[in-house]
């Protein structure tokens, strides 16, 4: 509105003002111009018309017909009118000025609507969620919205031309969007300009799809332009990424070697991948639009339409195993189908992914024949083990072979090449049974006596040129192949294993290799068990030897004991007779005697002597051997207190020093026996060193893993190392008994007696430098009781 929502408040005001100097200039003009009156109260509604208001102009015109009427019609000064001209006059006045107060008041409002609507229209641009911008053909920019500031971050300060917004928003490429923008101004039409990658003013690279158009002209004669724009550059990032994944989807589909495929409702293929065309053996072209009828054999292509069609009924996806003509062979397919939808969720058709399993059923498949082979053989195992003969492991062999070997008749023969003759172990054949036998060259037409043929395998009896007797019974009987295989032991051919079947081709590689494993197994029980027998045999046999030597042994036990008391009697008592009188002889009859005579009588004695103590010696060694000794824990403490007691009188003969380091510790063992020996280790020790030297012993022990090691140190005369071990043997001396005493027998008894309490004994020694003995003997557990 021009003057504002209050201007009605002033048209009446100057609607009595406008009206009241019409009057006056018509009273003064009507003199000189007649019916001037009429244009100067027109001209006051038509002022007051254009202030919009109905009201005010039907104002000014009441006022214009009361002024005519009082001043300018007859009677003057009278608002009654009395003459017809007058009348109508006045009517055609009213009728004008009514006109010109409806037409005022329709412009005004159509001004008023005009500039609401331009006023709704600036502000839709100002608002509108799209950029908008507003350009004269040379370029100015009039305005933009506030979507295109916010997202280029330009103004019209910033862009005031099109050039200066072409420059900043196209860089390098503003040469071409120049040329695309004057082609639009040359043209008069809506023009589509398309999408263009924009720069903002922080940097940020957008794209756009522009549109413009002319609006008319602008007041200076300059045509109006207004370009719109879209930002699409979500969408494009979404297309590329769509783009991106259906090249994805495509590159997966057609990779994959599984088959992957679409039918319609008809059961036509409408989309397949390569792999599919190659498991069809055509190409895509030639299998769109076709049904499996036209692919497949009529009973697998109607297999594959029903599971389709159960599908697309339930609506439900199922995983099944199919079945398809490929490469001239059926193959086995693991089947994925869903139901295909449109957006709506109608099925439309289905589906599919379908992988080859073939391979893997067969494998499958092998692995359980496999499974149950190696259960049978297991069976077969533990029948074999669990039998006693030779006849009850081929009957269970066969027994349990029945499961995994398509037989009809089988039998189990050893062969006798001595006597020609083979023995029916299970089974039976041309009426021999089991326990019965053959003849070698009747058995089997093809047989070789000795020839070591691992399998011999005939798919039809019928077809061969000649057969014996035995065969021919057999293929009356209704058998049509046999499979024989070998029983080999060692490189040795112990026998057969025969089958028959009554048909033609019954055993196939894997029915070769079970009947292979089984012969195997049945070859080497059969010698086990043959092995066994004669195990027993010999067992038997060694069993009666040993009682046998077992009674001589103890014949010459007693033998030797009778002999040990006889010389412990006997014998001992004539040298105690040659002893004592030789002794007598020298005490009491020695003046008689001249010095040659006393030689041989002390000779007699010393030698009687030597007997005594070699008797001892002997029956000591007899004892240990025979004895049994019942061994607990000793303290060695004790052990050599009882030693140097025992050994005094040769100890103080020969001046010996004798050094014992305690601790001594404890043993197992045997008190006397173990009394004995360091008796003897100690006496030798003092005995042998060499003439003038005092002997110097020295005795300690060691602990160490369960065991104590007891040593005897001397500073005697040694021991080459060639002798350290025959001189614990029985009779064994290294000098002359002229030189040191002795019987031979002292260290055997050491040695005999520390193997009879579960010991060892050694000795460290080099000659002339001295000897070191020890003895190792079991360490007590701690509950044990000392003695």
Not at 350 to 379: H, P, V
Not at 577 to 594: C, H, M, N, R
């Amino acid at each position: 509105m021009l003057l504002g929502k209050h201007f009605w408040l002033l048209g009446y005001p100057i609607t009595i003002v406008t009206s009241l100097v019409a009057v006056l200039l018509s009273l003064l003009l009507s003199p000189l111009v007649p019916q001037s009156y009429l244009i100067l109260f027109l001209a006051a509604i038509v002022v007051s018309s254009w202030s919009g208001i109905r009201n005010v102009s039907l104002l000014a015109t009441i006022i214009s017909s009361l002024a005519i009427a009082y001043f300018f019609l007859a009677p003057v000064y009278s608002v009654a009118v009395a003459t017809n001209s007058g009348i109508l006059e006045l009517a055609l006045f009213v009728a004008v000025g009514l006109l010109i107060s409806f037409l005022g008041t329709a412009r005004y409002t159509r001004k008023n609507h005009l500039q609401q609507s331009e006023q709704l229209l600036v502000r839709a641009i100002c608002e509108a969620p799209i950029p908008i911008m507003l350009h004269a053909e040379d370029g100015q920019i009039l305005q933009i919205n506030q979507a295109w500031t916010q997202l280029t971050g330009y103004s019209t300060v910033d862009i005031p031309t099109i050039s200066e917004w072409t420059q900043k928003a196209y860089g390098e490429r503003q040469q071409l969007v120049k040329a695309d923008i004057d082609r639009l101004y040359n043209l008069n039409t809506r023009v589509a300009e398309g999408e263009y990658i924009i720069t903002t003013n922080s940097g940020e690279t957008r794209i756009w799809d522009f549109y413009s158009a002319p609006l008319g002209k602008l007041p200076d004669g300059r045509r109006l332009v207004i370009s719109t724009a879209i930002d699409i550059t979500q969408r494009k990032q979404a297309e590329d990424e769509l783009k991106q994944s259906y090249h994805l989807l495509q590159a997966v589909i057609e990779g994959t070697t599984d088959a992957v495929f679409v039918k319609n409702q008809q059961g036509r293929y409408t989309f397949i991948n390569s792999s599919t065309a190659r498991i069809f053996g055509r190409a895509k072209q030639e299998i769109i639009g076709c049904d499996d009828t036209e692919l497949l054999p009529h009973n697998l292509a109607i297999a594959l339409k029903e599971a389709d069609r159960t599908i697309m009924q339930t609506g439900r996806g199922q995983v099944v195993e199919e079945q398809i003509f490929q490469d001239g062979s059926i193959h086995t397919y693991l089947s994925t189908k869903d139901p295909y939808r449109d957006t709506e969720g109608n099925i439309i058709g289905i589906i599919s992914i379908a992988r080859d399993i073939t391979i893997r059923k067969q494998t499958l498949e092998a692995l359980s024949r496999s499974l149950q082979r190696l259960e049978t053989l297991r069976q077969i195992d533990r029948a074999i083990l669990t039998a006693e003969s030779t006849e009850d492991i081929a009957r269970a062999a066969l027994l349990r072979m029945y499961d995994v070997l398509p037989y009809s008749q089988a039998v189990v023969a050893l062969f006798n090449f001595a006597t020609g003759t083979a023995d029916i172990l299970a089974g039976s054949i041309d009426g021999v049974s089991t326990g019965e036998n053959i003849q070698l060259e009747q058995l089997i037409p093809t047989f070789v006596p000795n020839e070591l043929e691992i399998i011999r395998y005939v798919e039809d009896i019928n077809s061969l040129q000649e057969r014996l007797p035995l065969i021919e019974k057999q293929l009356q009987e209704g058998q049509r192949s046999f499979l024989a295989v070998s029983l080999v032991v060692q490189g040795e051919l112990i026998g057969e294993l025969i089958v028959f079947a009554n048909q033609t081709a019954a055993f196939n590689e894997e029915h070769q290799q079970i009947a292979i494993d089984v012969a195997n197994q049945l070859a080497v029980a059969i010698q086990q068990t043959r092995q066994r027998q004669q195990l027993h045999f010999y067992t038997t046999e060694l069993e009666s030897r040993v009682i046998e030597r077992t009674a001589a042994l103890e014949e010459s036990n007693a033998d030797m004991e009778a002999f040990t008391n006889s010389v412990s009697h006997d014998l001992r008592e004539p040298v105690r007779v040659l002893q004592g009188f030789a002794q007598i002889l020298l005490e009491d009859y020695a003046q008689q005697l001249d010095p040659v005579a006393q030689d041989f009588i002390e000779r007699i004695r010393a030698n009687a002597a030597r007997m005594e103590r070699l008797l001892q010696d002997l029956l000591a060694y007899s004892r240990l051997n025979r004895n049994e000794l019942s061994l607990k824990p000793i303290s060695l403490l004790n052990v050599v207190a009882e030693v140097l007691s025992q050994l005094e009188s040769q100890i103080a003969d020969k001046q010996a020093i004798v050094t014992v380091e305690e601790p001594l510790l404890a043993v197992v063992g045997h008190y006397t026996t173990l009394v004995q020996v360091v008796v003897n280790l100690l006496s030798n020790a003092i005995k042998f060193v060499v003439p003038g030297v005092q002997p110097r012993v020295r005795l300690w022990a060691e602990q160490g893993n369960g065991w104590v090691r007891l040593w005897v140190e001397d500073n005697g005369i040694g021991v080459e190392p060639k002798h350290q071990v025959r001189i614990f043997k029985v009779f064994e001396r290294l000098h002359a008994e002229e030189v040191y005493l002795g019987t031979g027998i002292g260290l055997a008894i050491v040695r005999r007696g520390i193997e009879r309490m579960g010991g060892q004994v050694g000795i460290e020694s080099t000659a002339r430098q001295g000897s070191r003995f020890w003895i190792l003997l079991p360490y007590p557990s701690g509950d044990s009781i000392l003695n």
